[in-house]
C-alpha cells in the first residue's frame, strides 16, 4: 500500500511537476486478479481498484499493511464505497453476494470482516474502483444500481459543460458515516467538469478520470483559488485534493470522473464557490 502524507498550503506552492504527481496523482490503479491502495493522510482515505479476471480476489490479497490502522481487517472501523467502471461482476461480503453491472454502486459498512470481488466473464472484467473512510459506527450494506441513483442533469454546451451527476452515496440516498460517492458524465463537446471551481472546508476530495479516449487528457487544476496548479491526467487515473484547494477540470474531450468525499460535513452543496473573476487566476 502507496502511503501519502498531508501537503500544506506553503509548500505546495513550492512544488515542481514531478513532485505534485508524486504527492497527489494516483496511478495503476487496475491491476489484473490483484487490489491496490493509496492511504492518504488526508481525511485518511484509502483509494483501492480491484480487477478480477480469472479467479475470485479477497481485499486482502498481496496487502499486509492494515496493521496501520491498527486493525486486524481492513473495515473493522472504515466504511467502503465502490462504483463497477467494467463488465458485469460480483463483490461477496461477509457472504452475501451483490451482482454488480456496469456503473452500480454499493455502501459497505464498518464491521464487515470479509470482502471479494469475481466477474462474470473474464474477457470483459469488471473493475471496482473503491473508497474507504474511517467510521463509528454500522450503517446498513446497500446495493446502489445506477438507476436508483439520483440523476441531475446540469450545464449546457455553451458553456462546455452539459454534464449529468449521479449521486449514489450520498445523504438522500443512505445513511453513512462520512463516505459521500458519485459519478459524473460529460457529454460530447463538453469538457469543464466544475465551472466556477469551489472548496469545502469540511471536508477533501478524490476525482477519478476515465473513459478519457486513446490520446486525449485532462488538465485537473488544484491549489488556492489565488494561485492555482494543473495536474495532467491520463485514462484511469485519480487525485487527492486537500479542503484548502479547488478540484476542476478540462479534457481535450469529455470523460467520466468519479467523485469521493470524506469529512465531517456530508452536505452536497456545503460549498463556497468562487466567481470567475480577478481573484481566479
Not at 461477509?94 to 462474470?120: Q, R
Not at 473503491?130 to 446540469?154: E, G, N, Q, S, V
Not at 449529468?164 to 438522500?172: A, E, F, M, R, V
Amino acid at each position: 500500500m502507496d502511503i501519502r502524507y498531508s501537503t500544506g498550503k506553503e509548500p505546495f506552492k513550492r512544488m515542481n511537476t514531478d513532485e505534485l504527481r508524486d504527492e497527489f496523482l494516483i496511478q495503476d490503479i487496475f491491476r489484473p486478479d490483484d487490489v491496490t491502495a493509496v492511504y492518504s493522510h488526508v481525511d485518511r482515505i484509502v483509494t483501492m481498484g480491484a480487477m478480477p479476471v480469472k479467479e475470485t480476489i479477497s481485499i486482502d490479497k498481496n496487502i499486509d499493511c492494515w496493521k496501520n490502522f491498527g486493525v486486524t481487517y481492513l473495515l473493522e472501523r472504515r466504511e467502503l464505497g465502490a462504483i463497477n467502471i467494467g463488465g458485469k461482476g460480483k463483490i461477496i461480503a461477509d457472504g452475501t453476494e451483490y451482482p454488480m453491472d456496469h456503473f452500480d454502486g454499493i455502501y459497505i459498512p464498518m464491521g464487515t470482516k470479509e470482502v471479494k470481488f469475481a466477474s462474470d466473464d473474464s474477457e470483459n472484467p469488471a473493475k471496482f474502483y473503491m473508497c474507504t473512510t474511517p467510521a463509528h459506527r454500522p450503517y446498513p450494506a446497500k446495493l446502489i444500481p445506477l438507476k436508483d441513483a439520483i440523476h441531475k442533469h446540469l450545464g449546457s454546451q455553451t458553456t462546455s459543460n452539459e454534464r449529468t451527476i449521479n449521486q449514489y452515496i450520498h445523504p438522500d440516498v443512505l445513511d453513512t458515516c462520512q463516505l459521500s460517492m458519485g459519478l459524473t458524465h460529460l457529454e460530447p463537446g463538453s469538457v469543464w467538469n466544475t465551472m466556477p471551481a469551489h472548496t469545502h472546508e469540511r471536508r477533501m476530495e478524490v476525482y477519478f478520470y476515465f473513459e478519457i479516449p486513446e490520446d486525449n487528457v485532462v488538465f485537473h487544476f488544484m491549489g488556492e483559488p489565488s494561485e492555482t496548479r494543473h495536474i495532467i491526467m491520463h485514462n484511469e487515473e485519480a487525485v487527492i485534493n486537500p479542503a484548502w484547494s479547488i478540484h476542476s477540470g478540462c479534457g481535450t474531450s469529455n470523460y467520466t470522473f468519479i467523485w469521493a468525499m470524506a469529512g465531517e460535513n456530508r452536505a452536497y452543496d456545503d460549498q463556497d464557490v468562487l466567481k470567475t473573476d480577478k481573484d481566479l487566476r
